[in-house]
């Protein structure tokens, strides 16, 4: 089996909740959101929102909000 070498790369995306650029590693290994921990239910309710990838910034802003100790990043909400 050959591997498309193009989908290996690092690709810029745009974030689905705000529009902001950043790089993806199109669901390749060792992608920065890997390093995220989202619940089961976050997830879900992150893929049923938004039909692509979120920015470093908004994805984070969910992980804090799971932690009620932790504070998200002011400008962004559970509420898409």
Known sequence: MTID???LRPMEK???K???PFTCQ???R?????????S???LTSLRQAYDNCLCP???KGYEAAQH???EAADCHTLTP
Do not use: H, I, Q, V
């Not at 060792?30 to 989202?38: I, N, R």
């Open 5 to 7: 070498s193009t989908y």
């Open 14 to 16: 745009t974030c689905s």
């Open 18 to 20: 705000c529009n902001a």
């Open 26 to 28: 199109n669901e390749t």
């Open 30 to 38: 060792g992608c920065w959101c890997e390093g995220l921990t989202l």
């Open 40 to 42: 089961p239910e976050t």
């Open 57 to 59: 910034a908004c994805l």
């Open 68 to 70: 009620p100790a932790a």
